[in-house]
C-alpha cells in the first residue's frame, strides 16, 4: 500500500472510526469525496488480500472471484 491507502485503512480499522468519520478526519466531506474514499478502502483491502493470499488477482487487474 501506499501512503495514502496505509492512511486510509489504518485510520478505520487501526482507529476504529466508522468510514463516514473517518473520510471526514482526511478531509472528505461531500457525496463525492465520500464514495472516493470508500473506493480507496475498499482496493486497499482487497490489495492487502492478494499480499497475504486470502484472494487471487485475475488476469485483467481486479481480485478474482
Known amino acids: 500500500l501506499g501512503r495514502t491507502d496505509y492512511s ?8 476504529r472510526r466508522m468510514l463516514r468519520e473517518a473520510a471526514e478526519i482526511h478531509g472528505y466531506s461531500t457525496a463525492r469525496e465520500f ?4 473506493r ?10 492478494v499480499l497475504w493470499g486470502f484472494a487471487q488477482r485475475s488476469t485483467n487487474g481486479r481480485r478474482a472471484g
Not at 8 to 15: A, D, E, I, K, S
Not at 40 to 49: Q, V
Open 8 to 15: 486510509v485503512v489504518y485510520t478505520v480499522l487501526g482507529l
Open 35 to 38: 464514495d472516493y474514499f470508500s
Open 40 to 49: 480507496r478502502f475498499k482496493e486497499s483491502l482487497e490489495s492487502l488480500a
